[in-house]
């Protein structure tokens, strides 16, 4: 056992010091061992106050000392300190750590008493130091100032707008008319409930518009303005014509003998229409202004589309309205109480009415050939008055033989036959002994202005049948009035037995209805086209010939020529096809075939009324007219009578 | 639209030298002519209009302004004023 040999390790480490010692580590956030720990052990330490002699200090102190010994040579000391600082690094061996204090504290005891000895002659020398070395500290405190804080409250700004108006009499007035109808609006809501849901309808569909409105600066509003300037700009432009058109009065048909001149006015045409032929032309009855032309072809090889065009004197340049057809348009009218209402009649045969009032560019009623349409040109049509259950109803004319009522029941044209023209004696015998009657072709017709029931129809062959509405199969009287087809009959707007008819043969001749021969025959030279008496006289009518002359009579004046013959259109290339008198103006205008349309001026020598006796008053009225051709014709009668 | 085609027509007559429609603010929304020019036709011409029709209508309220001339030495100022809108052309009537 005691030979057991005990192995003692002698190592430098301090055996107090910790060995694990852990530090908190800010960067990596976690607590982490200290790598190497210091293994000093400080046995003893004390603090000593030796200066070293060659410091700043030290020369100080050295040289203080040096004046203190001049003055005291006497007391001398040797200053000296000891710094005592007993290291023990290395501890070897075998004492305990224990034995190694104690030597630890007597060492330091000793050395105390050696440093309590030298304190008293340092506190000598401190004397005679300069005064005041201490440093002047200066230490304020204050109070904690409040940090300070505004801390405002504002109520809101009363919204503020400003408001400026003037208060002028229209504006009141419309107040006033807002007013109103805001109250009429009120009683509507009164009324019974079931047309509060439509009207709320409406409203949101109002409102729908409104709001789709107020997002695009619609330009579609200035659509009236556009209109009215455009009309102003074509007035500055043609503005000669238009000043010709209300106050030029030819000064020189006072010195023209009775003859008369037609004063060219405006020219209106459409490069649509470039190609067509005018076909009708026909006054609207309301708006004094407005006409309506049709467009079509007269050529049986060339046939196009038709256009009805209506255009307005307040502008020539552009028409009012445009509607286009497959086939040519060959006759047209304007219903005399609603003047919006046009009947047309097509060269394919159909009758169609225009509703003015509607946008589209079709017609709102068309026959078809279920519906009886002619088989043939139809030339004329003319609206009648409304018959018993208030339908609108138009007769028509065509090459087929055929007079066909139209009415529109229902929004649907029904057609009656009134009449076929039958050509006498020419019924054929067909096979299995059927009894062909071949139909004569109408051409023209017109209705009595008072008679409603009597009208005439000029045919192809020359002849014009007196006819009754009453009676379908036959005439009443038949007028051997043509060799040539007969273009137009008209009846005279005041004289309730004359009418006029023209013909291809050259001649335009009057009659009475009730004799069978012509009171006048006038030969024109040329094929006459059309042929209208004018509105404010029973005695004057004008007739346009296809070599491009319009020819103008009065007979009044002179029963046997034309106050004026005129060339209106070029005559080559170019036929005049119709003419109307405007029921208001002196003003006439002229259809071609080039499509255009030209309005003339009546020079005064040929609207002239009759002039009165001094002293006897100027008769006007219809009577008057009736008087005036009866006068005339009773002259023609005469001689007829005697024969 | 059939309103753009009658503007159109209108720019396209004899003697026209220019169009412009103005909203009822006097702001021009459609011109032919250059902006200066425009701007300045449109306040002067807004504000003679706005007069004119409050004489016609303080003599009659019943009455309205359809339309304004203005014949000047060298050309003719045509407005023709809307509910909204306001169409200005200026045309040279003789040639």
Redesign the interface.
């Known amino acids: 056992e005691l030979k057991e040999e005990f192995t003692r390790i002698l190592t430098a480490n301090n055996p107090h010091a910790p060995q694990n010692i852990v530090r908190y580590s800010f960067k990596e956030r976690a607590y982490k061992p200290i790598s190497y720990v210091d293994q000093m052990a400080i046995h003893f330490s004390l603090n000593g106050n030796m200066i070293l002699k060659d410091s700043d200090e030290g020369r100080r102190q050295s040289i203080r000392l040096s004046i203190a010994a001049e003055k005291a040579p006497i007391e001398t000391s040797a200053v000296t300190s000891e710094e005592a600082e007993i290291k023990d690094e290395e501890s070897t061996g075998d004492t305990q750590a224990a034995g190694e204090e104690e030597a630890e504290e007597l060492g330091t005891a000793e050395v105390a008493e050696a440093a309590e000895a030298e304190e008293p002659p340092p506190p000598r020398v401190k004397e005679q130091k300069l005064a005041n070395q201490f440093n002047f500290i200066e230490r304020a405190s204050r109070t904690l100032n409040n940090p300070m804080r505004e801390r405002a409250c504002q109520s809101e700004p009363t919204p503020c707008k400003n408001f400026s108006a003037t208060a002028n009499q229209w504006e009141i007035y419309d107040a006033y008319v807002e007013e109103l109808q805001k109250m009429e609006r009120s009683k509507e809501k009164d009324k019974p409930k079931a047309q509060i849901a439509k009207r709320e309808e409406e409203k949101k569909k109002g409102r729908k518009l409104t709001s789709l409105e107020s997002q695009s600066d619609d330009i579609t509003k200035i659509s009236k303005a556009a209109k009215i300037m455009e009309r102003m700009v074509n007035q500055n432009t043609f503005d000669d014509i238009a000043q010709d058109f209300k106050y030029f009065e030819d000064a020189s048909d006072e010195y023209r003998d009775q003859q008369g001149t037609l004063l060219p006015l405006w020219k209106f045409q459409y490069d649509k229409t470039k190609r067509l032929a005018v076909t009708a032309i026909s006054w609207n009855p309301k708006y004094k202004d407005l006409f309506a032309v049709g467009y079509g072809s007269y050529d049986f090889m060339k046939q196009g589309q038709g256009m009805l065009l209506l255009y307005t004197m307040k502008n020539p340049s552009f028409p009012e309205y445009v509607f286009s057809s497959e086939s040519g348009i060959m006759c047209l009218d304007f219903h005399k109480d609603h003047p919006y209402l046009v009947a047309v009649g097509f060269y394919d045969g159909n009758v169609a009415i225009y509703n003015l009032k509607k946008a589209t560019s079709q017609p709102s009623y068309k026959s078809g050939a279920k519906s009886g349409k002619h088989t043939e040109p139809v030339w004329q049509v003319k609206w009648q008055k409304d018959d018993m259950d208030n339908n609108l109803n138009f007769f028509s004319v065509s090459s087929d033989g055929r007079i066909v009522s139209w009415t529109l029941v229902k929004n649907e044209l029904v057609h009656t036959d009134v009449i076929k023209l039958s050509v006498e004696g020419t019924t054929m015998q067909g096979p299995e002994g059927l009894q062909l009657q071949t139909l004569g072709c109408g051409t023209s017709f017109d209705f009595h202005k008072k008679i409603d029931y009597l009208f005439l129809v000029g045919t192809e062959e020359g002849k014009i049948y007196k006819c009754s509405k009453c009676y379908s199969s036959q005439f009443l009287d038949v007028f051997e009035a043509h060799h040539m087809a007969v273009d137009s009959v008209s009846w005279n707007p005041y004289h309730l037995k004359v009418f006029i008819s023209c013909s291809s043969d050259w001649t335009v001749k009057i009659w009475d209805h009730t004799i069978k021969t012509p009171m006048f025959i006038y030969d024109l030279n040329s094929a006459v086209a059309d042929v209208a008496w004018s509105p404010y006289s029973s005695t004057v009518f004008a007739a346009v010939t296809t070599d491009g002359k319009a020819h103008v009579f009065d007979l009044s004046i002179n029963k046997y020529e034309a106050l004026c013959t005129q060339l209106v259109v070029a005559k080559k290339k170019n036929k005049i096809t119709h003419i109307q008198f405007n029921p208001v103006y002196p003003v006439v205008i002229i259809g071609d075939e080039r499509g255009h349309v030209t309005s003339l001026k009546l020079s005064p020598n040929l609207r002239r009324m009759p002039k009165e006796k001094k002293g006897q008053e100027v008769k006007k009225g219809p009577e008057v007219e009736i008087a005036k051709l009866d006068k005339l014709l009773n002259l023609v009668r005469e001689p007829d009578s005697k024969t | 639209?059939?309103?753009?085609e009658?503007?159109k027509?209108?720019q396209a007559?004899?003697?026209?030298i220019a169009t412009i429609?103005i909203?009822a603010e006097g702001i021009p929304?459609?011109t032919t002519l250059d902006n200066s020019s425009t701007v300045q036709y449109a306040g002067l011409l807004h504000q003679l209009t706005m007069k004119a029709r409050?004489t016609v209508?303080?003599i009659d309220?019943?009455n309205d302004l359809?339309?304004l001339?203005i014949r000047s030495k060298k050309h003719?100022i045509?407005v023709?004023?809307?509910?909204?809108?306001?169409?200005i052309?200026i045309?040279n009537?003789?040639e």
Do not use: W
């Not at chain 2, 639209?1 to 753009?4: C, P, S």
């Open positions: 639209a059939e309103v753009e009658t503007l027509r209108i007559h004899k003697g026209v429609v909203n929304i459609r409050s209508r303080d309220p019943q359809t339309f001339r003719e045509m023709a004023p809307d509910k909204e809108y306001l169409l052309v045309q009537p003789c």
